[in-house]
């Protein structure tokens, strides 16, 4: 039986993507995009013994989830760290309260599914840094090629009218 689809993605068919800066290592697998999703994103994400996922951040529109599949991990949400292991689900709502990051500190590959909204405008705050992110066109998750707005910034305060006489 034939059961390929074009809004059917086999995780050994999407193409892995790989990440790596510093701490950051995640190679993704975007499920969501390549079964042909619009609003609702889905990533496969594996994170390499003693690597993180991207910096803690948080969305001022798009809520994101984690399903955890295999593995154990160490979750920075908001002030706390959580153990996660497989067969844990994290919601993850919009606003600086669910500002999150992925950790593996165990030997072995941490995998994980990550859901996310698909909200083509939103913002995203890292605290630890002191930077936002602002897009629009596309949302996070989406091709860079969508996007009309994509750019990271210090978050430095000036007044409203600055530049503007």
Not at 113 to 123: G, N, Y
Request: net charge negative; with cysteine.
């Amino acid at each position: 039986m034939n059961r390929r689809h074009a809004h059917v993605a086999h995780l050994d068919e999407v193409e892995p993507v790989r990440l790596e800066h510093g701490r950051t290592e995640v190679i993704r697998r975007q499920l969501g995009r390549a079964a042909g999703a619009r609003q609702l994103g889905c990533s496969h994400i594996e994170l390499p013994p003693g690597k993180r996922s991207w910096p803690r951040h948080w969305h001022a529109a798009n809520e994101e989830a984690i399903f955890v599949l295999e593995g154990v991990g160490r979750l920075r949400l908001g002030d706390e760290t959580i153990e996660v292991r497989a067969g844990d689900y994290v919601a993850l709502p919009a606003g600086p309260q669910a500002a999150h990051e992925m950790r593996n500190e165990s030997e072995a590959p941490l995998r994980y599914l990550c859901f996310s909204t698909m909200i083509p405008t939103d913002i995203c705050g890292y605290p630890d840094s002191n930077k936002v992110a602002l897009f629009s066109g596309g949302a996070p998750g989406a091709s860079k090629s969508e996007r009309t707005l994509d750019v990271v910034l210090r978050r430095d305060a000036v007044d409203y009218w600055e530049g503007e006489d």
